[in-house]
């Protein structure tokens, strides 16, 4: 079992390549959650996300024969970047099998970072059976993205800086994929402060680690699917499931919904960039998926950055959905002069930014005489949308709701 002296013995490896990152008291998510909130801000470590710290850790603790023939690993994209940077700064060489679906962002920065990128793979799990292949046929020292014993001991040194900062911490709320980074944070955090709470989250679509916790033992979920790439794994691993088992307190999932909702947050509020994986223990925390206290010290550990830019303009437009924040609707209108003015005229009335407007007067399931319009909004919130589809509803339109206006998810005022 990992224990805190392996977490502390990582610590000076660790600095020659990582840097200790930010732990800033948030006005804003104290004052939405009625809790004192800390974000450990590891998307500004080196690489974009925790993964340099256990790629270090690893790799400084391998003998030289081990080194030499070099080393791969298989990674949806932080650990990639971490290993690529790591093996560079001590001179191994490196390859990286990633998904074929990985973000271009990450691909991109894996190779700059030094290492030589393969594609292969619908997701993370057959990444890593090709990596595995290439274990055995060139003879390279396969690197775990999380169910190693050093790797762990390398991302707990996260849990170390919280604790040596703010020692009065009670909750700290850690994503979990393959429980690389949630097993070394909880191993520091419960050896330093036994007392202390470790909430694990999991997005609903690549959720293993609850009924595994119930079962008594792992099970492997035949697919993934999220938003947040970075914790899209079938499973934990072995080792990790040993230390979830011992030292988290609970596990909880998010929807994408609510991710979305926590990296546009962030953002807006903040101006903090996040990746999927990296906002979930906010959107835990915003969701209200764990209980807690009034002024309760919580810690939700941000854990990566890179985030890739097509994806961040789809997460953004989500997150205004589920705030509602944008509503596209469609109705049809009399094909004569002046017909759409009355529609605008309410849109107006009810403070609606219109973004765009389409009409079509050639589809199929409208008469000859009528034209289909489509008109994307902006609006102010849940309410706000009511109010607006009341309205039109009200003078005779009939209104179908493309996009938002089911009520939202979020708590944000």
């Excluded at 999380?146 to 009670?170: C, H, K, N, R, S």
Aim: proline share 3%; net charge negative; charged share 25%.
């Amino acid at each position: 079992m990992l224990e805190l002296a392996d977490v502390l013995a990582a610590q000076d490896r660790v600095a020659e390549t990582s840097r200790e990152t930010p732990l800033v008291y948030s006005n804003t998510f104290s004052d939405i959650t009625g809790a004192d909130v800390h974000l450990k801000q590891e998307m500004l470590q080196r690489t974009g996300s925790f993964k340099i710290r256990g790629a270090t850790n690893r790799i400084a603790t391998l003998p030289e024969a081990d080194r030499d023939p070099g080393v791969v690993t298989a990674s949806a994209g932080n650990h990639a970047q971490g290993v690529a940077l790591a093996a560079t700064r001590m001179g191994v060489d490196s390859k990286v099998v990633m998904p074929e679906g990985a973000p271009i962002s990450k691909i991109q920065a894996t190779e700059d970072y030094g290492a030589e990128v393969i594609l292969h793979g619908v997701d993370y799990d057959e990444a890593a059976e090709h990596a595995r292949e290439l274990e055995r046929e060139e003879g390279r020292y396969y690197l775990p993205a999380f169910d190693d014993w050093e790797v762990m001991a390398g991302q707990g040194t996260i849990g170390l800086e919280i604790y040596d900062e703010l020692p009065e911490v009670d909750t700290v709320v850690v994503p979990i994929g393959g429980g690389g980074l949630i097993s070394g944070v909880a191993t520091a955090l419960k050896g330093r402060k036994p007392d202390l709470r470790v909430v694990g989250v999991q997005a609903e679509g690549a959720s293993s680690v609850a009924p595994s916790l119930d079962k008594g033992e792992r099970i492997e979920l035949d697919s993934v699917e999220t938003i947040a790439d970075g914790i899209a794994t079938r499973t934990t691993g072995e080792k990790t499931f040993q230390v979830i088992e011992e030292h988290v307190d609970e596990v909880v999932t998010v929807s994408d919904g609510e991710i979305a909702v926590a990296v546009t947050t962030l953002l807006e509020r903040s101006k903090t960039l996040t990746e999927g994986a990296g906002a979930v223990a906010l959107a835990a925390l915003l969701a209200q998926k764990f209980d807690y206290e009034d002024d309760e010290t919580i810690v939700p550990t941000l854990c990566g950055g890179n985030i890739d830019m097509n994806m961040l303009t789809t997460v953004i437009m989500r997150g205004l959905v589920e705030t509602g924040r944008y509503l596209r609707i469609r109705t049809v209108l009399p094909d004569r002069p002046g017909a759409l003015d009355g529609l605008i005229d309410i849109i107006s009335e009810k403070e609606a930014n219109i973004y765009a407007i389409q009409h079509d007067r050639t589809s199929r399931d409208i008469s000859m005489s009528a034209t289909e319009v489509e008109i994307d909004l902006e609006t102010r919130g849940d309410n706000h949308v009511v109010a607006l589809l009341d309205a039109l509803e009200d003078a005779g339109y009939e209104i179908e709701v493309l996009e938002g206006g089911d009520g939202g998810t979020s708590m944000l005022p």
